[in-house]
Nanobody, 118 residues
Framework: QVQLVESGGGLVQAGGSLRLSCAAS????????MGWFRQAPGKEREFVAA????????YYADSVKGRFTISRDNAKNTVYLQMNSLKAEDTAVYYC???????????WGQGTQVTVSS
């Protein structure tokens, strides 16, 4: 089973950018669809973005479309989330997830905190 470790979170001003990384180990990374989710204080975990196994097909929540970009480097066993034009409402713990297909994520990382100051 794949193991996931997120990094790249931090504190940023509104309008700024961050890039999250999720490094995977274990079974073949390229056999997994990958996704990013987030959970803000007092709220349910929500979908942010996802990529199919090749990275050719991507999906985004409406709230981040046009601002966030998911990408993956299968040679480096890593998936990224480039976040631009950050808003205070993007503040959350961001989780990386892996699954057999988009929409069937079953393996999760420990999360990385993103805080956007207004």
């Amino acid at each position: 089973q794949v193991q996931l470790v997120e990094s790249g979170g931090g504190l940023v001003q509104a309008g700024g950018s961050l890039r999250l990384s999720c490094a995977a180990s274990g079974r073949t990374f390229s056999s997994y669809a990958m996704g990013w989710f987030r959970q803000a204080p007092g709220k349910e975990r929500e979908f942010v973005a996802a990529s199919d196994r090749s990275g050719d097909i991507t999906y985004y929540a409406d709230s981040v479309k046009g601002r966030f970009t998911i990408s993956r480097d299968n040679a480096k066993n890593t998936v990224y989330l480039q976040m631009n034009s950050l808003k205070a409402e993007d503040t959350a713990v961001y989780y990386c997830a892996a699954g057999q297909g988009v929409g069937s994520f079953g393996t999760w990382g420990q999360g990385t905190q993103v805080t956007v100051s207004s």
